[in-house]
């Protein structure tokens, strides 16, 4: 008997977020759109990635973008044939849990602690040095598309500054890509997509953005997720991977919902302390909200623009209203930017005629 389940997929090649049912053929699974399907993929081939928004994500071995959302409960059929939820990491994934617990005990005592202890808690132990080498080698220039213009660098370095009272410590860059996201990469480095200054209208829209990407750099988050991606071995040995993929790893990295709560958190308290007023980015999350959902592309691309900030984020509208009710009664607020600085900003990777454009990452 065929078996339907509902489900969102990324292909891997596109950043459109598909819906699609599961089909269960024995071992293998399709996909199915519409007007068609992917696959056949074996269901040995899924890997557990983490939850992400009430879904269980799977990616599939071998293809780094490749993603499999499984909304709420999953049925008893389904549970059968997925992998194992990994709690441990792939180091005692490869050998089972038993003969690593022996070659553990071999080790010595502080190595134990390394190896077992949850990204959560080692993230935070990785000097802050290492990981930056490690942003430099994974992140480079992201391609050529980081964008350049004196004016619009020089607003968006003041928006950070006011944020982030040790604002030299990040590099945060504009990217020249047509998609709305926003992420937090190893290094302290923020990476904010014209897409996203595309959709807002003013700087204090983007404030509470940029504030809640930086808190994941501050909450060491980005470790914990390159740790989970890539296992001990890239802080411990150095990095020789294809940096291509493992930038689109990255960038396909999602975080617990706790660490997201952290980083509204952080921002809502950077903007607080910064005197800019939290309604901007209310408004932004209210714009976004009714988007949400709208995972279906539009001839403009629309969806596609929409698709990877919300689907990596808690939901819009709970943001809205958490934002919203941050602000004070009576309290001045001082507009992050001047409308001339938040037009340099805006307009930044137009004026940059050398910039390059576009998604698919292709740098060594
Ligand atoms: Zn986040």
Redesign the pocket.
């Known amino acids: 008997m065929t078996q339907f389940f509902s489900a969102w997929h990324f292909d891997g090649k596109t950043a459109v977020r598909r819906k699609v049912d599961v089909e269960v053929v024995g071992a293998s699974f399709l996909l199915v759109e519409t007007e068609r399907r992917h696959g056949p993929f074996g269901f040995a081939e899924l890997r557990y990635v983490g939850e992400q928004g009430g879904a269980d994500v799977y990616r599939l071995d071998g293809d780094d973008g490749w993603r499999l959302g499984l909304n709420g409960p999953v049925p008893d059929e389904l549970v059968q044939k997925l992998p194992a939820k990994r709690k441990y990491g792939g180091f005692i994934d490869r050998i089972g849990l038993g003969p690593a617990s022996i070659a553990l005990a071999l080790a010595s005592v502080a190595a134990v602690a390394v190896v077992v202890m949850s990204p959560q808690w080692l993230a935070p132990l990785v000097p802050v040095g290492v990981e930056k080498k490690l942003g430099d080698a994974l992140v480079g220039d992201f391609g050529g598309r980081f964008c350049d213009a004196p004016k619009g660098r020089a607003a968006l370095a003041k928006l950070t500054k006011s944020l982030d009272p040790k604002a030299d410590e990040l590099q945060v860059e504009v990217a020249n890509i047509d998609m709305l996201n926003a992420v937090a990469l190893p290094g302290g480095k923020v990476v904010l997509f014209q897409g996203l200054l595309d959709q807002a209208k003013s700087a204090d829209e983007v404030a509470g953005v940029l504030a809640?990407e930086i808190g994941?750099v501050r909450e060491r988050h980005v470790m914990q997720g390159l740790l989970r991606q890539m296992g001990l071995a890239v802080v411990l040995g150095g990095f020789d991977g294809n940096g291509g993929a493992t930038l689109n790893n990255l960038l396909s990295t999602t975080?617990t919902r706790e660490s997201?709560k952290e980083?509204d958190d952080h921002s809502i308290k950077a903007m607080a302390k910064a005197s800019i007023s939290p309604q901007g980015t209310s408004d932004f999350f209210e714009r976004l909200a009714r988007m949400d959902g709208s995972d279906r592309m539009d001839k403009n691309g629309q969806g596609r623009a929409l698709a990877n900030y919300t689907s990596s984020?808690p939901l819009s509208d709970d943001r809205k209203n958490l934002f919203r009710k941050s602000r004070v009664k009576g309290k001045t607020y001082q507009p992050s930017l001047t409308y001339d600085e938040w037009t340099e900003l805006k307009t930044m990777c137009a004026q940059d005629r050398d910039v390059k454009s576009g998604w698919g990452f292709d740098i060594g």
């Open positions: 809640h994941h975080y997201e980083a984020h």
